[in-house]
């Protein structure tokens, strides 16, 4: 099954890849996956490439909200909290400066609802961003209805290995 999810999980990073809101893009927020989280190297390096400014999430001193500090090649990324890998230093871009978040999820509807793993850091933080935010997922992780509170952040976009979601 591991191998499956790598190739899955490439696909669907050439999907994302793929869109012209990722091609029109200047800075975008990625994630650095755990568990069964699909992985961003590829988007990672592909930004890279074109000249974009990528950053990934850290969680605040005060555990709070998260912050997005700028990466790139040479950045080293050390476990933080829960034991996320974050970059260990780097500019803090602010989130009004950020184009597209990509971010991940244990399960999405097509509606554009997600369940993460219930620490609420991307729907405390994202909410009211101007950004797009775009899910990232397997198929099998896309249900036809998820329960949702008043505060649960949509994403504006799923992308899988399979198609690409317009949610709003």
């Not at 969680?59 to 990324?77: H, P, Q, V, W």
């Not at 609802?113 to 992780?141: C, N, S, V």
Request: glycine letters at 8%.
């Amino acid at each position: 099954m591991g191998h499956e999810l790598k190739s899955m999980g490439i696909i669907a990073q050439k999907n994302l890849l793929s869109l012209d809101i990722f091609r029109d893009s200047k800075i975008i927020s990625l994630y650095s996956s755990i568990k069964n989280e699909m992985a961003t190297d590829l988007i990672f390096l592909e930004a890279l490439r074109r000249e974009k400014i990528v950053c990934f999430p850290k969680i605040g001193e005060n555990c709070d909200k998260l912050y997005f500090m700028r990466a790139d090649r040479s950045t080293i990324f050390r476990p933080g909290r829960y034991g996320i890998m974050e970059p260990e230093d780097g500019d803090i871009i602010k989130i009004d400066d950020i184009d597209v978040f990509v971010i991940p999820g244990v399960c999405f509807d097509e509606r554009g609802f997600r369940i993460g793993y219930g620490k609420g850091y991307f729907d405390r933080t994202l909410w009211g961003a101007k950004g797009k935010i775009i899910g990232l997922a397997y198929e099998f992780q896309v249900l036809d209805r998820i329960p949702q509170k008043e505060h649960d952040l949509r994403v504006d976009i799923i992308v899988t290995e399979k198609r690409v979601i317009l949610c709003k």
